[in-house]
């Protein structure tokens, strides 16, 4: 639900919607972490009617709680429910088997790092910078790609990479030994965990590293499909200015 309101929000947003498109984002918000990186995009762009709209109808979707307990009371409870969700429950701390990220997966082979959510900011800060040379329809799938690795999420939200189909379909249409290889990328992305592990023994402590390496290899994957769509990006608005050129040469 929140990948399909992000979508359809930035989908709108940029076609000059903007009510919609932000009333769309602020529905992404009911996951923020899912959200951030690309409310900070619009924010670059100064997207501000957007922001704003986004920003009225999430606090109209606090108004209840907001009426019942107070502005001050409800922001600080919710920051309090956030602490005690991601931080404080044993089953989100890195290494667990369900997590997923470059923490998670530094922690389960032993490397214990704090929250890398400043790298997501600081690799869309460099898009940003080299927005130009980027194609605009893959910055979405881009964003979320960098929300998923350096964010914090668990293995169910991989399905948030349905972006990186319609990418990857623009991109590789007719180029079948590519796009074999990025559908077999696809399909080991999204194997059964119950090929690697017993899911009944979750809470099993065994799981925490040997049966746990099974699954982080997900990761890996997503790096390789984060870095292939960049590169991927980056040439086909170099061969379109290439095209241009030549055509203006030849006039």
């Not at 929000?9 to 992404?28: N, P, S, Y």
């Amino acid at each position: 639900i929140v990948t399909a309101c992000l979508a359809g929000g930035w989908v709108w947003a940029r076609r000059g919607h903007v009510w919609l498109g932000g009333i769309l984002i602020a529905f992404g918000t009911i996951k923020p972490q899912f959200a951030v990186l690309v409310l900070l995009w619009l924010l670059l762009e100064q997207r501000w009617k957007v922001l704003t709209t986004t920003a009225g109808f999430a606090l109209l979707m606090s108004l209840p709680e907001i009426l019942a307990s107070g502005p001050i009371v409800a922001f600080t409870g919710w920051l309090s429910a956030i602490s005690r969700y991601y931080h404080l429950n044993p089953y989100n701390a890195p290494g667990f088997i369900r997590n997923f990220g470059v923490q998670n997966f530094l922690a389960t082979i032993g490397f214990d790092v704090p929250p890398l959510l400043p790298i997501g900011v600081a690799a869309t800060m460099v898009l940003w910078w080299h927005r130009k040379r980027i194609a605009d329809p893959d910055v979405l799938p881009l964003l979320m790609g960098l929300a998923l690795l350096f964010g914090f999420s668990h293995d169910y939200d991989v399905s948030a990479l349905v972006l990186l189909l319609p990418a990857f379909w623009r991109h590789l249409r007719g180029r079948k030994v590519e796009a074999l290889a990025a559908a077999l990328l696809m399909l080991a992305l999204f194997l059964p965990q119950r090929l690697f592990w017993d899911t009944s023994r979750i809470m099993a402590p065994s799981l925490q590293l040997k049966d746990a390496l099974l699954v982080q290899y997900r990761v890996l994957v997503v790096v390789v499909f984060v870095v292939w769509l960049t590169v991927l990006a980056t040439r086909q608005l170099s061969d379109l200015h290439a095209v241009d050129g030549g055509e203006l040469r030849t006039r």
